[in-house]
């Protein structure tokens, strides 16, 4: 139970550190950490989470082709 509360101190003193040096801490409402506009903000993270989606989705129906067509010629 010990190493618990110390696991819990640790990783609350390095969130306490990030966001006091300014890093990925949390950020006031109505800001963005990188002086965008929240909306811009808004945008690149959906337009990065839909192609993150779209290239998993993809990526083994490619690797199921990639190999079919290797059994094929081979």
Do not use: D
Request: charged share 15%.
């Amino acid at each position: 139970m010990n190493s618990f509360f110390r696991l819990a101190r640790t990783s609350f003193n390095q969130t306490k550190t990030i966001a006091q040096r300014g890093g990925h801490g949390p950020v006031e409402l109505g800001t963005s950490e990188y002086s965008l506009s929240p909306s811009v903000h808004a945008a690149i993270s959906l337009s990065v989470k839909l192609s993150a989606f779209a290239f998993f989705f993809a990526y083994p129906f490619a690797v199921i082709r990639y190999q079919r067509s290797k059994k094929e010629s081979g």
